[in-house]
């Protein structure tokens, strides 16, 4: 990887980084170009390979589809872990999966970066206040700038540095590392995305019976061998008569109500009478 490529993918990451305005603001940086799919077709593109950057992109997004990040609450940065993993799996010419074992300790690190910059923003935050009570908007507009710059440093500079010399030694690395760990580090990359899944399933399943139709789409695909665009319209005529019985359900569930409410006023009404 030359320096221009990791300087290209520094300033692509540093775009897509968390709190950072440029790019359409949290929307088009951090939930934009800063998800694994599009940061892997980023990669792919700056370095010459865009179908394995989008696989890698696939690999990565997998294991953090689950992961919310309400504020700056973050368990893991994904955009640091997807645009050096993935960077550095495809400058070094190995398996996509390498690019997910990559991506966890990659994720960790950029969550303790993302809290040290975080609390260095602080003075500026106090400054900015400062400037705020005497009505200055130039030195209002000029300490975001210094404090945005600060959330440049730590992730360009980060990036750079690991996507320009990391390269290099995980190339030299699984060089030497033998063959059967290399098998065993490809086998944990395709495992390691059901935690992600299992994330998800988590929160979209809020009653039991729901793992049922789960385990029938995953069986569809599997007897059947039916694609997604098939499961997908299976799953919406499902969801269409769940809905219809629910309301259904919901509408003679108000109907009783009501009826009963009625029967309990014409009661208590009588005895009011006698």
Known sequence: ??????????????????????????????????????????????????????????????????????????HSDVNLASFVGISIAISSHTHPEVAVMLAIPLGLLGVYLNQLTMSAQVCFSKKAMTYAETGDARKIRWINICGTSISFLERFSVVLLLCYFGSPVITKVLEIVPEVVVYFLVISGRVIPLIGFSMLLNQIINEGWMMVLFL???????????????????????????????????????????????????EEEGDYEE
């Open 1 to 74: 990887m030359s320096l221009w490529q990791a300087s290209l993918i520094g300033i692509f990451a540093y775009l897509g980084r968390n709190q950072v305005p440029w790019f359409f603001g949290t929307t088009g940086g951090w939930y934009g170009i800063g998800r694994p799919l599009v940061a892997g077709g980023i990669c792919g593109f700056i370095l010459g390979d865009i179908y394995l950057g989008i696989f890698c992109g696939i690999l990565i997004q997998a294991l953090y589809i689950g992961q919310i990040t309400p504020g700056s609450a973050m």
């Open 216 to 266: 029938f789409g995953w069986l569809m695909c599997f007897i059947f061998k039916l694609s997604m665009l098939h499961l997908i319209l299976v799953a919406f005529f499902i969801s269409i008569i769940y809905l219809l019985a629910y309301t259904k359900g919901c509408s003679e569930t108000i109907l009783v109500q009501q009826d009963t409410l009625q029967r309990n006023n014409i």
